[in-house]
Every structure is written in C-alpha cells, then in structure tokens.
C-alpha cells in the first residue's frame, strides 16, 4: 500500500510539473485515490425522459449528492495514470445529453434549443455519436482564454472525451479511461478540445497506448471522427467544424498538458479568480471555494426538481431529426 501511495504521489507531481499553485490539492486526490477509484457513484433520474425538465444527478456511494463537473476527481488512479470520464452521451444513441454547467449541482439534461429538444442527425454513414461520449470532470475550457496553439477562445465547458471502446456505456456512468491523444477543434471561432481515450476496463486497453496505436490498430476510426465533428452541424443549417494543426490528432504528452491547463482553468473558477459568467459553481468538497455549499442544501436541490416517471415519446421532430441523413442503409461500422 505505501509502495502504491509513493508511486501514486510520484505520478501527480510529476503531472503538475511546474504548477505548484495546485500541487497540494491533486497530492491530497493522490492520496485518497485508492478509496476514490473504487467508489461506485449512484444517479438519480428526476423528471421524465425525452422531456425537457429530465434530469440525471450525481451522487456518492454513501447517498451524497454531488456535482459531476466539481466534485468528481479528476485523476482516478495517479499509478495507472487514469482519469474520471463522466459519460453523457452512449455510442449509437443521438439525444444531445449534456453536464448542466448553469443548474445547481450541474445534472445531466437534454439539450433544448428554440424550445425544442436537441438530437445529433445521423450523417450517412454513421449512426448518432460513433464513441461513448462524455467529459472530465474538473476541467473548464475558459472561454475568456485565448489558446496559444489555436489562437481562439475556450467554449466555456469541460473538455470533451471520445472513450472508443468496445463496451456502450450509459447516461451518467462514470468510468477510468486512458488518455491516447486529442484533436482541437474549432467550433464557431472557440476552441474545443476532443480527448481520444479509452475505457481502462475495455478488453482492448492493455494494447492501446498511443494515438499511434489507434492508427494502426483501427484503421480507419481516427478519420471517421475528424468526418463526424466536421459535419455534424451541417443538418443544423451551420457551415463545417474547422480544425487546428490541419485536423491531425495530437499525442498523449499533448493532450496531458491540455488537460493540465484546463484544470489549472477549472480550478481558477472555482476560486472565483475569472470571470464564469453564468457556470453555477455550486460543491460539496472544494474546501477552499466559495461556492462550497453543505449536504442539506445539495439534498434541497434535488427535492426541488420534478419526481420522476416513464419515459415520453420521442417527439415528431427527433425522430425526423435521427433519420433524416439516413438514406435508405443505415451503417453500423465497427469502430
């Protein structure tokens, strides 16, 4: 066990590097890791699905209610280098699902737009999001930031992850991935980092380390995720995503140091030293934050919210929305 927790100490030292404003925090995470990545946290689904005041909230082993984007570590296993991924959205499903970053203990929800409930159109030929889809939690892409690589701002959420296993995970799972690489895209003139990762207890993981491994492992696969990024907006009316470094993924070491500095970003927030707009910073754990807030007021939020029911029907528009780019063959790669 001391052998484990030095090894585990060592690992988040040496990925602070020069951070030394955050190294005391993520040494107390280290710590602790042993008992973290073992907890199994628990949701709670309030409201009805398919309906807009649907809702997924978060909470511990023990029965705590917590928030996804602020209470979930983010490093999961400093010896295996593994981080928290919080899955919001399942391979093969298109329900845009999505951390509430501007609700109280930030729930999952189904994105509404115009007052309608958002759905990811399949783009011949791949059939709604092609990975499980998620974020790492304690991390924020600062919209008020300018990146020194892409030159734009960040979109003002946690950094996204495409966890390309085998398994399909659910709605509000939280699993251990591997960080194998990222791509940034640019999303509107804001830049928005897509983490390549996968599944620490996928069959395929022990072979995949690299973004070079993807490569030549899946052939194929890192090219179909550049296709879907790029046009996935299109059905929406909007031109296609544009890309830093020519749309070329960028390695491990790369993509660690953008979730470095997206912590760093996160962290800042939390301590009220930049400007979150309207991000609701609302935890149960960050001790030093002034949005710190206790159990029975956590409890209270999730009491305020709709009980839950049976599913509603996917209304007319989502499932014209899902089908429309279909033609007439749906494929189902193997990614």
């Known amino acids: 066990m001391r052998l484990l927790l030095r090894s585990s100490l060592w690992y988040t030292s040496a990925f602070l590097g020069s951070h030394t404003a955050f190294k005391s925090e993520l040494v107390t995470q280290a710590t602790t890791s042993y008992l973290i990545k073992t907890m199994h946290y628990q949701t709670e689904e309030r409201g009805r699905p398919n309906s807009s005041d649907y809702r997924i909230y978060f909470k511990t082993s023990d029965g705590k209610y917590i928030s996804p984007f602020h209470d979930i570590p983010l490093i999961a296993d400093g010896d295996q280098v593994l981080y928290n991924m919080v899955v919001e959205v399942p391979r093969w499903s298109n329900a845009k699902m999505e951390i509430a970053t501007k609700e109280p203990l930030n729930p999952i929800k189904q994105d509404v737009k115009k007052g309608k409930l958002r759905y990811v159109a399949n783009v011949f030929p791949h059939k709604g999001y092609i990975w499980n889809y998620g974020a790492l939690p304690q991390t924020w892409e600062d919209p008020n930031h300018t990146d020194k690589d892409t030159m734009c701002c960040g979109d003002n959420d946690p950094i996204d992850v495409c966890e390309i296993g085998t398994l399909v995970c659910s709605p509000g799972q939280v699993i251990q991935v591997k960080v194998l690489g990222v791509l940034a895209m640019i999303d509107e003139g804001e ?145």
């Open 191 to 335: 830049t928005d980092w897509k983490l390549i990762a996968i599944n620490a207890d996928d069959p395929e993981a022990p072979s995949l380390n690299s973004i070079e491994d993807v490569r030549k492992s899946r052939s194929g696969h890192l090219e179909a995720t550049v296709d879907w990024f790029k046009k996935y907006k299109v059905p929406d009316g909007k031109p296609e995503n544009q890309f830093a470094f020519n749309g070329q993924f960028k390695d491990k070491d790369f993509a660690v140091e953008v979730i470095k500095s997206t912590h760093e970003h996160w962290r800042a927030l939390l301590q009220k030293q930049t400007n979150g707009g309207e991000i609701d910073c609302k935890n149960v754990s960050v001790c030093e934050s002034p949005f710190k807030f206790t159990g029975e007021d956590a409890c209270n939020v999730v009491k305020s919210a709709p009980a839950g029911g049976e599913a509603l029907p996917v209304s007319p528009e989502g499932v014209y929305q899902v089908t429309d780019l279909l033609d007439n063959e749906t494929q189902f790669s193997h990614m």
